[in-house]
């Protein structure tokens, strides 16, 4: 395991959102043995609400802000010792105030894929209120891009076969 991991054994699955985060970090973490933290599942227990509620009743920043803390909350228990896979919501890892969070505390791993493969997988899912105009979200994937790219590993990931991605994450020169 890379010095990095040792220190602090945190694992985050960055991307835009339908690049299959939760899917791949929750088969990841059962192969390592490892917790798995989706900070999306976690907001919308911690809050009782859908994701889609706090932004039409509170707005994106208060999101936000309810992002950060609930990621702090977390990494704190990996800074403790406590090894885990975190999925991250597609915004998390561009809001520069999370970046010294997560970079300082483990490795991160960005799951690149296709925007035709990301619409693809929306279909007619209403439940990502950053999803719901079409033309808004090609913009946000292209701005977003730069920003992924400051993750530590980059994997292409246009395919369905979780297994595969899986064993492409654990073929990285980190453990
Ligand atoms: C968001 C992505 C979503 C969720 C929220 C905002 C984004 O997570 O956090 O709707 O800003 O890209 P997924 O990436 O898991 O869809």
Redesign the pocket.
């Given at each position: 395991m890379t010095l990095k991991l040792k220190r602090t054994p945190g694992l985050y699955l960055v991307?835009?959102?339908?690049?299959g985060?939760?899917t791949v970090g929750r088969a990841l973490a059962e192969q390592l043995g490892w917790c798995f933290v989706?900070?999306?599942s976690e907001?919308e227990a911690k809050q009782e609400k859908t994701?889609?509620r706090i932004?039409e009743e509170h707005g994106?920043a208060v999101?936000r802000d309810i992002?950060t803390d609930t990621l702090r909350d977390h990494v704190t228990k990996v800074e403790a010792g406590r090894p885990c896979v975190f999925?991250?919501?597609?915004?998390?890892f561009?809001q520069p105030r999370n970046w010294e969070l997560i970079e300082n505390n483990g490795v991160t791993v960005w799951l690149d894929c296709l925007l035709d493969t990301i619409l693809q997988r929306l279909g007619d899912d209403l439940?990502?209120?950053?999803?719901a105009d079409r033309e808004q979200l090609a913009q946000?994937y292209g701005d977003?891009r730069p920003l992924y790219s400051r993750a530590d590993f980059r994997l292409e990931v246009d395919t369905d076969d979780v297994e595969a991605i899986v064993k492409k994450i654990l073929d990285l020169p980190i453990f």
């Open positions: 991307g835009f959102m339908c690049s985060k939760t989706d900070i999306d907001i994701i889609r932004f994106e999101f992002e999925a991250l919501g597609g915004g998390a561009v439940s990502r209120p950053l999803a946000l977003r």
